[in-house]
């Protein structure tokens, strides 16, 4: 579904450096990292917020390496969530269907199954300023996924919430990606995050993708000290 080739570009002087990256179809990935590995400007690279000044990117089978983020069929929900706090839920969630020309009538219709999946109907009215950390990270899902996109990018979609709501979120992700079948990037820096959701996981280290597979493989067989570092320590929190 995703195949990211020798992809590379320059950030002051950070460097992501001949990175590829497979993910199947259907396929729930983990993309893990210390803080400033690359990972978050790897996802922004694929979904086209950050241009890439060399390799290629192909969702799809389609190359889609200088097409705008809009046109690149990929779901993408930020840390943030980056909610418009101007529109209620039903609005921000139906909002890029209305840009692209459909009627709020069709866009709600359109848009029904997200909402009874991710449990969301009661909020539809609300306004997006008083959710909850837990509704706000289901609304931007629900928004993600109104347009069905390829490929789902997720960077750091639980890393503000407390620990009872993060693994809330984890099982909704987990069971809703099953659902869509869509394909997932999740970025993450827990190695518990990755035993609740992932397939397989990949390390960022210092600008390249230095391993990927299975997390027992990972953490049985790390190729470097950064893989050790980040998936052998004793676990300091637990996500179920």
Known sequence: MLNVQNLGFRVGDFELRNVCLHVKPREYFVLMGATGSGK????KSVCGLVRAETGRIMI???????????LRGVGYVPQESCLMPHLNVLRNVTFALEVAGMSKKDAAEEIAHVVESLGIRALLDRSTVNLSGGERQKVALARALAHKPKLLLLDE??????????????AVLG??????GVA???VCHSRQEAEAVSDRVGVM??????????LDELTDDPADQAVRRLLCPPADETIE
């Open 157 to 170: 979609p639980v890393s503000a919430l407390d620990e009872p709501t993060r693994r809330e979120i984890c």
């Open 60 to 70: 799809g089978g389609d190359d889609v390496t200088d097409l705008p983020p809009r």
């Open 205 to 214: 280290s210092h600008g390249k993708l230095v391993q990927a597979g299975p």
């Open 40 to 43: 978050s400007l790897l996802v």
């Open 184 to 186: 997932t990037i999740h």
């Open 175 to 180: 069971r809703v990606q099953k659902e869509f």
